[in-house]
Structure formats: structure tokens, C-alpha cells
T-cell receptor, first 115, second 111 residues
Framework: AQKITQTQPGMFVQEKEAVTLDCTYD???????LFWYKQPSSGEMIFLIY??????QNATEGRYSLNFQKARKSANLVISASQLGDSAMYFC????????????FGTGTRLTIIP | DAGVTQSPTHLIKTRGQQVTLRCSPK?????VSWYQQALGQGPQFIFQ???????QRGNFPDRFSGHQFPNYSSELNVNALLLGDSALYLC??????????FGEGSRLTVL
């Protein structure tokens, strides 16, 4: 079974500061993928970044980077230079091996950017 | 290029009724997954369809059923609605082992 844990229900961050959203995971699959999604109030899940379990380098996408520490089973999202539009729910998710491709989500972190 | 589209966006039903939600995948995608997101929770996987067959199913009762059509669009059917079925239902599409794109969801309220 796969499990994602997000221990920060809510965070408040000053605009232009960097923020780290925590995510730990558990799985028995030998290979897996880790995702971060942003969900604004409209409801759509917006893909931010992906990290494969065998990727050697941490993933980056613009202002988003994923701090992947395999031994600690953590996949924290780092947002640099936060903007007011970053205020939303953020979900960490995991996908298993071929044949187990469902996404398992955490409970999410509500991020609020303060002007 | 249209992304994933879902209909209806909002609907209200009463207990015991049946509901059908629809999803059109992103162009080029052949796999559709459905998720249920209760208020304040992360999405929960319901099932996935590929080549018109259910390929994987989450821990949901048989009241939840689905279908995929030859054009890859999909329907989610829920019978004998319960109050606890009130949620945002998200559809996601992908190509084989590719990135998932989500629609904006169908918000179901059961009274």
C-alpha cells in the first residue's frame, strides 16, 4: 500500500519569500513517481512538478523545485520568490509501478501568501 | 487544444437517486481516471479506464461504475446516492504512463 503524509495543514508566508511544503511517503513498489499539484478554489488540479524514484537529480520547474531525499522518503516542494497567486491548496501525490498507476494523495497544505 | 472537460460542473441530487458524470480527455490521451475529493480531503482514486475496460479500481462500492467509449471519453455513474457521496469528482486523463491532466471537476451535492 502507498501512503502520503503532509503534516502542515496551513502555512502563511510573506510575499517574495521562499516556502517549503513537506511531504513524506511510504511504498513497497521498487519504482514510483512523486507529484505535486496546486488546487485553487476553482477545483482544478494543476500539475506543478514530477520526480521519478530513479532520477538522479532533483526536479525543477521554474520557481518550483522538489527536494527529493530517497533514504528519508521525503519529497518536499520548494517555491522560490512566492507570489500572491501562489495562494492555494497544495497536494503531494505518488504513483506506483506499471499496473499500479493510480495516484495516492496526501491531505494537502493550504498556503496563504501575505502581501 | 482543449484540456480535460467535465460536465456538469455542479449538480444537486437527493438520497437514493442516480447520477452520471461525464469526462472528455485531453486530445491524444487514451486513459481516464476518476477521483472523489470530499471537502477538506485529498482526492481518492475510484477507477481507471483504458481501451474501454476498467483497468484498476480503488476501494469504492459497486454503486460506483463507469464506462469508456471508443472516442476515449468516459462516464462515472453512482447509484443509490448517499449523503456521503457529496464531493468534487475529478477526471484525469493521460497517455500511457504519462503525466496526468485534471479537469475542473463536477461538484455533487446530495440532499
Amino acid at each position: 500500500a502507498q501512503k502520503i503524509t503532509q503534516t502542515q495543514p496551513g502555512m502563511f508566508v510573506q510575499e517574495k519569500e521562499a516556502v517549503t511544503l513537506d511531504c513524506t511517503y511510504d511504498t513497497s513498489d521498487p519504482s514510483y513517481g512523486l507529484f505535486w499539484y496546486k488546487q485553487p478554489s476553482s477545483g482544478e488540479m494543476i500539475f506543478l512538478i514530477y520526480q521519478g524514484s530513479y532520477d538522479q537529480q532533483n526536479a525543477t520547474e521554474g520557481r518550483y523545485s522538489l527536494n527529493f531525499q530517497k533514504a528519508r522518503k521525503s519529497a518536499n516542494l520548494v517555491i522560490s520568490a512566492s507570489q500572491l497567486g501562489d495562494s492555494a491548496m497544495y497536494f503531494c501525490a505518488m504513483r506506483g509501478d506499471f499496473g499500479n498507476e493510480k495516484l495516492t494523495f496526501g491531505t494537502g497544505t493550504r498556503l496563504t501568501i501575505i502581501p | 487544444d482543449a484540456g480535460v472537460t467535465q460536465s456538469p460542473t455542479h449538480l444537486i441530487k437527493t438520497r437514493g437517486q442516480q447520477v452520471t458524470l461525464r469526462c472528455s480527455p485531453k486530445s491524444g490521451h487514451d486513459t481516464v481516471s476518476w477521483y472523489q475529493q470530499a471537502l477538506g480531503q485529498g482526492p481518492q482514486f475510484i477507477f481507471q479506464y483504458y481501451e474501454e475496460e476498467e483497468r484498476q479500481r480503488g476501494n469504492f462500492p459497486d454503486r460506483f461504475s463507469g464506462h469508456q467509449f471508443p472516442n476515449y471519453s468516459s462516464e462515472l455513474n453512482v447509484n443509490a446516492l448517499l449523503l456521503g457521496d457529496s464531493a468534487l469528482y475529478l477526471c484525469a486523463s493521460s497517455s500511457t504512463a504519462g503525466e496526468l491532466f485534471f479537469g475542473e471537476g463536477s461538484r455533487l451535492t446530495v440532499l
